[in-house]
């Protein structure tokens, strides 16, 4: 029987969502209202409750990747003298902002994105903070920096709560700036408020996460890349929590159902690492159909912290704690950890693991946790060399070899759950 690609019916919505939070970040912007650009976890929810626009623009090298003009970007960017051995979302972004003529701005994906008043930047990994500097000085506005310490193993109860703490005085004298720069009061309840909203929608994307332990999954990990857009951009406010809400009741019915989001008969079960390349989503998507294996999770979809770390009655709090919670910030053994329990709750036959040549931060550990992982679980994995916006730095042939070779080595030790 042919393998049959299932979109969810939520992609019409995804589209006209994130169309719809271009349109009204730009419509500010003319409207005069202020922009800040923010990197990573950088407190928004503190942005949005002084009125203030949130825009990321490293997401916005996802969003061109998948539209396949990305390595053009990164080209505009080595033209001005950056390597390629930067971080290829970072020279995206470069290529749309310094390396693209102006008046051809507004033919970029969603026009472009908006000039900054102000620039937040969690420094969570090297070439962020500098390209961030760099952004202050050519748009000449301020730019708050945030530090987000890595949550080694070694830490003691003491020396985290110490983190926190140092996180709510950081977040305090932001407020001060900010209060300073617009003139406007900051509501904490108005805060907390949007806290809550953002707690249920993080609720909503964990169930629709654990719904994918099912057999056969309703969702992979190639739809949780884009379906996270929802909750990433409109964090905190009523759009996320309805979205996430109408995705729990689609993988409810396709649970019900038994459908399977690639296959017709979900034969293997994949952990995939990192991001996926995005420049070829539907490509891979077809590749691994073809064998009846379907990626099924991702540390990557767990981005954004858990709603348990998450309580309204202390929002600065919360907001700091999510931000050293998250799995991708803990030390090697805590991965390993958060991995190994993925393993075993999603019934896991193989990992894949996509390497992105140009991100400094994803790739660290990669080999030990594979490592670990495949002597504590007997799985097999494969290293897939790849990146996330520069299609120069990634092959079709090798890629395939290896899927291949990886495929005869799952159908000799057939699925787990037989
Ligand atoms: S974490 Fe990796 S992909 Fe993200 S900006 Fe840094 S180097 Fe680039």
Redesign the pocket.
């Known amino acids: 029987m042919e393998n049959q690609v299932r979109p969810l019916k939520m992609m019409g919505k995804l589209t006209d969502l994130v169309n719809k939070y271009w349109q009204d970040v730009w419509k500010s912007k003319k409207e005069g209202e202020l922009v800040a650009w923010c ?2 976890m950088s407190p928004f929810e503190i942005l949005r409750a002084m009125d203030i626009n949130v825009v990321y623009p ?1 997401a916005y ?1 996802g969003f061109c990747g998948v539209a396949g003009i990305s390595t053009g970007l990164c080209q505009r960017a080595e033209a001005l003298g950056y390597s390629q051995d ?5 020279r995206n972004s470069i290529g749309a902002i310094h390396g693209t003529p102006a008046k051809e701005q507004e033919n970029l994906i969603y026009g472009g994105i908006p000039k900054p008043d102000l620039l937040f930047c969690e420094t ?5 903070y500098k390209m961030w500097e760099k952004y202050s000085r050519f748009y000449n506005v301020p730019l708050w920096v945030m530090e987000r310490p890595r949550m080694h193993d070694a830490f003691s109860k003491e020396k985290g709560a110490h983190f926190v703490k140092e996180g709510i005085d950081e977040l305090k004298e932001m407020v001060l700036f900010l209060e300073r720069l617009t003139g406007r009061r900051f509501n904490i309840d108005r805060l907390s408020q949007s806290l809550v909203l953002e707690r249920e929608a993080n609720r909503l994307w964990w169930d629709s996460l654990e719904l994918c332990q099912n057999i056969p999954a309703p969702m992979s990990v190639f739809d949780a890349v884009s379906h996270i857009f929802p909750y990433y951009l409109y964090r905190g406010e009523p759009q996320a929590v309805a979205y996430n809400q109408e995705l729990k009741s689609e993988l409810l019915d396709r649970v019900a159902q038994k459908i399977s989001p690639m296959v017709t008969e979900e034969r293997y079960r994949l952990y995939w690492d990192n ?1 996926p390349i995005f420049f070829k989503l539907e490509e891979h998507i077809k590749k691994f159909a073809s064998y009846g294996a379907v990626p099924v999770v991702a540390m990557n979809s767990f981005l954004y912290g858990s709603p348990e770390d998450m309580d309204p009655e202390n929002p600065l709090e919360s907001i700091v704690k999510l931000s050293l919670s998250v799995p991708g910030n803990r030390g090697l053994k805590g991965r390993i950890e958060f991995l190994g329990k993925l393993v075993e709750d999603y019934s896991l036959d193989g990992l894949v693991m996509q390497r ?1 040549r ?6 660290m550990g990669q080999d030990d946790i594979m490592k670990a992982l495949t002597e504590k679980t007997g799985l097999p994995a494969v290293v897939i060399e790849g990146d ?1 916006c520069d299609s120069r730095l990634y092959s079709d042939s090798e890629f395939n070899q290896k899927i291949d070779a990886f495929m005869e080595i799952l159908a000799q030790r057939g699925s787990r759950r037989n």
């Open positions: 990197s990573g490293e090298g930067l971080c290829s979302i970072i969570y990994c090297p070439g962020v991001l992105t140009t991100c400094l931060l994803n790739n996330l």
